[in-house]
């Protein structure tokens, strides 16, 4: 099987520092992946490097079977970085038009590449004109106008209002649907849980997935039939619940004692019909993990 990406033992170097040990990725089917960190530990760093913008000092990658030093990758893969990369007295039109004739793409596509992303009524104006949202959207358009089967996302909400970034979310979903994966790295944790749940955390150079890191406890709300010989159960082993419902409810496990619930409703023949992680867990991650990196100083 062709693998879309292929990271393997990618070390990076500023210095005696190093932002990347051993990193390795395998990525064997379309998908939606998150990249979650402080700022400086290496995020924008790995993008770069798949694009073949930095180098690693150790390592080596592969995008849809082609190192990512050949450049036909580029005909495969768009990256989405900030918007220092665009040219204050060019308008909109311009970067479009030039990464339109790069991949001869015809005016139509263009077109309605426009209008999806709503950049008509500034798109013939000059960049040093724009606000940070409008750049955004623009800088997405010059992502996507090539119609890449990989796209890297630097911050890609950045300054975006709320019906933006429902925009942008839905754009992402439907992309990662045609078959496109996305690597995206972004603060707003919030707005990544309604994207994807691959998420990996960038932490002492290695990517570690969210069941990797041991929490206390986790905040789940889950529907069950019997709901009544459930929630008897779970105060019997001392699990905090609340009911929501005649079939929801709402409880706090460790790991341990999910792995109980688990085995209770096995041997009691319930079925769970439906069991969700609340809102705010991938933030639960973070803080556990990178509260020592976060101290504001005096």
Do not use: W
Request: aromatic share 8%; glycine share 4%; net charge negative.
């Amino acid at each position: 099987m062709e693998h879309i990406l292929e990271i393997k033992g990618v070390r990076k170097y500023f210095g005696d520092h190093m932002v990347l040990d051993e990193l390795d990725l395998s990525i064997t089917e379309p998908k939606i992946i998150a990249l979650v960190a402080p700022n400086g530990t290496g995020k924008t760093t790995l993008l770069n490097i798949i694009a073949n913008i930095d180098r690693p000092d150790e390592g080596a990658i592969e995008v849809l079977g082609k190192t990512n030093t050949d450049y036909r990758m580029f005909y495969t893969l768009s990256y989405l970085q900030d918007s220092s990369i665009l040219y204050s007295n060019l308008t909109g039109l311009d970067h479009l038009e030039f990464i339109r004739k790069e991949h001869d793409v015809s005016k139509t596509k263009l077109r309605e590449l426009i209008q999806e992303l709503e950049l008509e009524d500034y798109v013939k104006k000059k960049v040093k004109h724009y606000s940070l949202g409008m750049k955004q959207r623009l800088l997405l358009g010059v992502a996507l106008l090539s119609a890449p089967k990989v796209l890297l996302m630097d911050e890609p909400l950045n300054g975006l209002d709320p019906n933006s970034i429902l925009k942008i979310r839905k754009i992402m979903l439907k992309l990662n649907k045609q078959g496109v994966t996305i690597i995206l790295s972004s603060h707003n944790l919030n707005e990544i849980e309604k994207i994807t749940e691959d998420v990996y955390f960038l932490y002492d150079g290695r990517l570690i997935t969210q069941e990797e890191v041991e929490l206390e406890t986790v905040l789940y709300d889950i529907v069950v039939q019997e709901i009544d010989k459930v929630l008897s159960f779970l105060s019997r082993i001392d699990v905090p619940t609340e009911r929501l419902s005649d079939y929801k409810f709402q409880a706090e496990f460790s790991k341990q004692k999910l792995e109980v619930f688990y085995s209770f409703c096995k041997e009691e023949h319930i079925q769970i019909l439906d069991q969700q992680l609340l809102s705010g867990y991938l933030e639960t991650i973070y803080f556990n993990l990178f509260t020592d990196r976060l101290q504001v100083s005096p």
